[in-house]
């Protein structure tokens, strides 16, 4: 079962413009992260972020959470033809063993 | 080492076969997962490892998945009788501690086919 499921599931875009993913969620969670996921490759970690923060920034990521609509949004400015990748996010509940849940991810295309 | 390492990197096994997927964590570090990932999808939870003990297997998807991690360090997931849904890409994460501090380090996966 999947707990996150990211928005939208396919992105494509041009090279310099910025992207923004969402990721919903059903239950309380202790954090979310992010991870990006190259073709025939292992997820990369990107960003934490816990409950009781709102955002956080990374280079040119920047990770929103709102606990109360059960969202996150994770934007990318400035794209480049090197962020082509899946996107997901993870969920970690509270109260719970603290193993990860992924959504089904977002696909990025960033033309150059 | 720097990473994760996971091996193979692809395996083909006839149907009925029995495979094991190697992976070594990042030394030091007490978590271990397994997840397992099919074309087009998120990865799903397979199994978790604190040292040597293997405190959730929920994800395991029948009896013919075990795993195990004997020396706190290296972690083999075995699948018996490998069957066509069995297909997917198994990936092993590690971390140094629990999840609510950390995020993983994945490996690059094996690549499983069944034919």
């Known amino acids: 079962s999947q707990q996150g499921e990211e928005d939208p599931q396919a992105l494509s875009i041009q090279e310099g413009e910025n992207a923004t993913m969402n990721c919903s969620y059903k239950?309380?969670?202790?954090?979310l992260q992010w991870y990006r996921q190259n073709s025939g490759r292992g997820l990369v970690h990107l960003i934490l972020i816990r409950s009781n923060e709102r955002e956080k920034h990374s280079g040119r990521l920047r990770v929103t959470l709102d606990t109360s609509k059960k969202s996150s949004s994770l934007l990318i400015t400035a794209s480049r033809a090197a962020d082509t990748a899946s996107y997901f996010c993870?969920?970690?509940?509270?109260?719970?063993?603290?193993?990860?849940?992924f959504g089904r991810g977002t696909s990025l295309i960033v033309h150059p | 080492g720097a990473g994760v390492s996971q091996s193979p990197r692809y395996k083909v096994a006839k149907r009925g076969q029995d495979v094991a997927l190697r992976c070594d964590p990042i030394?030091?570090?007490?978590?271990l997962f397994w997840y397992q990932q099919a074309l087009g999808q998120g990865p799903e939870f397979l199994t978790y490892f604190q040292n040597e003990a293997q405190l959730d297997k929920s994800g395991l998807p029948s009896d013919r998945f075990f795993a195990e991690r004997p020396e706190g360090s290296v972690s083999t997931l075995k699948i018996q009788r490998t069957q066509q849904e069995d297909s997917a890409v198994y990936l092993c994460?590690?971390?140094?501690?629990?999840?609510?501090?950390?995020?993983?380090?994945f490996g690059s996966g094996t690549r499983l086919t069944v034919v």
């Open positions: 994460a590690s971390s140094l501690g629990q999840a609510i501090n950390y995020g993983y380090t």
């Open positions: 030394s030091g570090h007490v978590s």
């Open positions: 993870a969920t970690v509940t509270s109260g719970g063993s603290y193993i990860p849940t």
């Open positions: 239950t309380s969670i202790n954090n």
